[in-house]
């Protein structure tokens, strides 16, 4: 037999159910679910994925198959609901929804009133005596039908603004106001079928193609552009965002038509189990009075709020389905336990109810911000609904990433005037310049340029520009608004709804409360409040949140590798151990001849840089060292039984210098030398690759004092703290090595410095000697190294850049034309090419080891703080991953994920 391309569902049966995603799209494999409990779904059928990418393969034609295949499953579908397809008396209308995989909120197309010709209209209005309803689902008809069948499928791409959608809704606009109407729902039936010839009349005049009066050919042209929606041009931009495969393909879902626009106990509404902003467990969600569906999402109407608990500023004043329709409310709360008794999750939902009858469309896995993920996942863990392992599982690095994000200083934004308020749909704060268009925050971004973007109500053409700002802000649409959705998913701050912005697009200015702004002028943000203000507000960050806690301590339950921290300062170090690091896995000497206080030692370091003879440096290094002795036992004091890796210095000296003749110049003068000579010295260290030049341990073989005065400081350091009853744990390591004959050069240096402090202070030190493994040589000779290191750190932004030939710092631009022709999938500095690098990293780990089987394996480059590469490093067996303090919780999570993922 061929394969089964349609699957029915309906009544209490399906052939689908939840976990069949794959195959039947998200959207498909729900409905099927929903039916299996019972809950009132109209019934309908879902045409494959597979189906999907056969059109594709086959040249955008149907397979021959499945049309038959429909029509026999619309029997069924007709059987179910009474109703038949195509009939003069008793018509059946259907929608043609697509579906993906994992949901991709209003990217694809759905088309709505399929079905409806001049041989079922008559039909539909005996039977429902309701003329207004019937031309109200034809206008709407033929609106969808001719954007999505006839116009985007077909390839047409009019100019902004003269798509026929948009040519249509103007037509509406100006017909409501030449009669002075404010809503739709004032138009007549007479007016609305009087709109409709026109529509059709409009269509084909802009499209040169007569809108089709068959319902059977209507049927076939919808799933047709459902399929061709998968390669719109904004379900693109979401997938290349979003990391969705091209491959996978939509569904299409055929589903008898239920009315929310039958009159006033007709409604459509949209909901979430719980709130998707806060967490909460409340019903929360928004309705409409004799509307069809897609009024809630587009931000026609202001929608009112489904019960109290969706009250706010803004639709306080209209009723609620709690009030209105009490009993129908309640059944529509208890589909919700139901529901989430069954997806043991928060959902997000679609309803309409036709004549007081309600009917459930759609459910799936709810979008939410960070801070609502980590509520619900503990509320869920202590209603017992889930375990504390698929608690950990819910909150996904990034999420927790949002957590830690900034937001508005609170004393700062108490001192400023709030200019507008809107609702709050997306946690946090913002700053940033106004952009009033996608491309502009897209331009903005560019520029590494925080931008908010300002628009009327966004739609999914926004979604790059979108991505790009650091914040959002509508003047139209609720809760569940496009906007709203997905920057709740993206965890950005957004603001939506806020009625007070008038837009003029021409002028690039806004106008909130008779005050202009230009486009480029900087507001702040608080999507948490939905406050918008004039200034740029202090932005600080969100750690404070007690649940945090909680939660991180389930996550280390689960948690086998090691997290640690780079940090170079006692309190950076500090900060890290507060953030669970649990030591500190690369301490860059260095870095106390940058910033505060390093005028000191940084004069130091310069005397032993120009020194012009070895006895010169030898006493410039001695003294440097109490400075590097006194930082050392700092940071070793505050680590408190925790390993604390020092690295040697592996800067190239003259990064130390001045370059500039001005400061040259000062410099001659504070060291009493001649211009002249200055210059020199600074000139001699000059390198044409200083990248792969006199730096890491050949600074160390060239100059073997300058180890020398390090080893001795980081030892005395410790043998001050043992002698003052503290316990340090030190650990050093040997950076940018390509043998293990280094290792044993700037080893003996140690064992002689070692034992003289060890005479000295008359005490036995222990630490571990180990190394950073950053050159790809290093990593095949690693079963060498391994003799004489006790611990391998990866060096993994070097690593990368030896391994590409890219350089780190200038790699923008090809990174970026790269990842655009698809040769690179990342910019392999941000998350581990493990094609390339990894391999490195495994076969470093795997030579290592077969040496010193216990040897200790880490990595300190960025990519420590990176979740997948977090996996990766779990997976290749090390033992911990070191980043920057802020990375840290993610880290952790990243790692208690990978290890119960297995
Ligand atoms: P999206 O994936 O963009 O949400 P949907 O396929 O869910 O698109 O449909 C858009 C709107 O139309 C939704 O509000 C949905 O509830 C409504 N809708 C879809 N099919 C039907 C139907 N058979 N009867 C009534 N409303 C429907
Ligand atoms: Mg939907
Ligand atoms: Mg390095």
Known sequence: MDKKRVYY????????????????????????????????????????????????????????????????????VEEVMGLQYDDADNPLLVSCRSGARSSMPGMMDTVLNVGLSSKTIPGLIRKTGNPRFVYDSYRRLIMMYADVVMEKAEGLAPAEGKGIRKLLDEMLDEFKHAKGYKSDTEITADELLELANAFKAKVKEALGTEFPDDSKAQLEGGIKAVFKSWNGKKAIAYRRIEGIPDEWGTAVNVQAMVFGNMGDGSATGVAFTRNPATGENQFYGEWLINAQGEDVVAGIRTPSPLNDATKNEQNKHLASMQELMPATYQELDDIRLILEK????????????????????????????????LTMALDMLHEGLISDKEAVMRLSPDQLDELLHPILDVNDEKKRTVI????????????????????????????????????????????????AAAGILTARGGMTSHAALVARGWGKCCIVGCEAVHINLEANEITIAGKTYKEGDTISLNGTKGWVYDVAIKMVDATENPRFQEFMTIVDKYRTMGVRTNADTPEDALNAINFGAE?????????????????????????????????????????LEPFVREIAKGTLEVLDGRPLTFRLIDPPLHEFVPQTEDKQRELAKEKGLPYEEIKRRIDALHEVNPMMGLRGVRLGVVNPEITEMQFRALFEATAELMKEGKNPVLEIMVPLIISVAELKHQKAIADRVQAEVEAKFGLKINYLYGTMIEIPRATLVADKVAEVAQFFSFGTNDLTQMTFGFSRDDVNVIVNSYIDEKIIPADPFNILDQEGVGELVQIGTE?????????????????????????????????YVSCSP????????AAAQAAIRG
């Open 9 to 76: 569902f309906g009544g209490k049966a399906a052939d689908g159910k939840a976990d069949m995603k794959n195959l039947l799209g998200g959207k498909g494999a729900n409905l099927a679910e929903m039916c299996l409990l019972g809950l009132p779904v109209p019934a309908g059928l879902t045409i494959t994925t597979e189906c999907c990418t056969e059109y594709y393969e086959n040249d955008c034609q149907l397979p021959a198959a499945l049309m038959p295949e429909v029509w026999a499953a619309m029997e069924k």
């Open 847 to 879: 030579r290592g080891r077969k040496t010193n089987p216990s040897l200790k394996v880490g990595v300190c480059g960025e990519h420590g703080g990176n979740p997948s590469s977090v996996a990766f490093f779990y997976k290749t067996g090390f033992n």
């Open 420 to 467: 507008a308020k809107g609702l709050p749909a997306g946690p946090g704060g913002a700053v940033g310049k106004i952009a009033l268009t996608s491309e502009k925050a897209m331009e903005y971004g560019k520029l590494h340029i925080d931008s908010i973007l300002v628009r009327e109500e966004t739609n999914p053409e926004d979604v790059e520009g979108m991505r």
């Open 886 to 893: 802020f990375r840290v919780p993610i880290a952790r999570l």
């Open 583 to 623: 030591g500190i896995g690369l301490f860059r000497i260095e870095h106390m001849f940058y910033g505060q206080n390093s005028e000191e030692p940084l004069a130091k370091l310069r005397n032993m840089i120009l020194a012009n003879s070895t006895e010169e440096r030898v006493e410039a290094l001695k003294e």
């Open 342 to 373: 069954n997806y043991r999750d928060m959902l997000d939902i679609e309803f309409t109810i036709q004549e007081g009858k309600l009917f459930m469309l759609q459910c799936r896995v709810g979008k939410r911000t960070g801070v609502a993920a």
